[in-house]
């Protein structure tokens, strides 16, 4: 057995599952969900989840318990995989975080504040798959990514009682099926030494 040790500075490990619905299979997403649970980064462990979706009129939130980790998700990870959530001026709401189900069946997150319950679904899964991107390998974003990916064929948000339009939509990742929407476990973010 061959073990090779990763010489990229470890930036993030922990799960970031994520939904993103559309209601047809070339037209825009309506909904993308990013939600970020941390056991290390520089801004500590936590939890954080970014939303938009015409359930939030279009308006990007998020919700965390630890407001250094959203910042610093915003800066160096989420900001470059959908721009808009980078904005510094969104306000933060706090937020608590429960999770529920097996990948065999379904799988729950579950994001309370004082005004908002947020309650996101994925179920039906495609068989899973590990990705490893190299640093500096997918511009804008400067990081590398090792992550176990669940992708999931159904999938919903909810928001105070009322459900998200639209589905996950079908993609391919290097000849693996997979979905708009996944579980992604194990997932380590690393930067260049």
């Known amino acids: ?40 980064s520089p801004a500590g462990p936590g939890h954080t989840l970014f ?20 910042r610093w998700l915003q800066e160096n990870l989420q900001g470059y995989m959908y721009a808009p959530f980078g904005d510094r001026y969104i306000p933060l709401i706090e937020a608590v975080f429960g999770r529920s189900g097996d990948v065999r069946s379904f799988w729950t997150e579950s994001v309370r504040s004082e005004t908002d319950d947020v309650m ?13 991107t190299v640093p500096g390998s997918r511009s804008p974003n400067p990081n590398g990514l090792y992550t176990l990916l669940f992708p999931a064929t159904a999938a919903r948000l909810v928001l105070n009682g009322e459900q998200a339009a639209g589905r996950p ?25």
């Not at 939904?19 to 939600?35: C, D, M």
Request: aromatic share 12%; glycine share 6%; with cysteine.
């Open 120 to 132: 996101l679904t994925w179920y039906d899964f495609l068989a899973p798959f590990l990705i490893n």
């Open 169 to 193: 939509l079908a993609e391919s990742r290097d000849g693996k099926s997979m979905s708009t929407s996944c579980l992604a476990f194990a997932e380590t973010w690393l930067a260049k030494p």
């Open 51 to 70: 939303m938009v979706s015409e359930l939030t009129d279009g308006k990007a939130r998020i919700y965390s318990d630890n407001m250094a980790l959203a």
């Open 1 to 40: 057995m061959t073990i090779r040790v990763d010489q990229n500075r470890v930036i993030f490990t922990g799960e970031n599952p994520f939904i993103r619905l559309g209601q047809e299979e070339v037209g825009e997403l309506t909904t993308r969900t990013s939600l970020w649970r941390c056991v290390y």
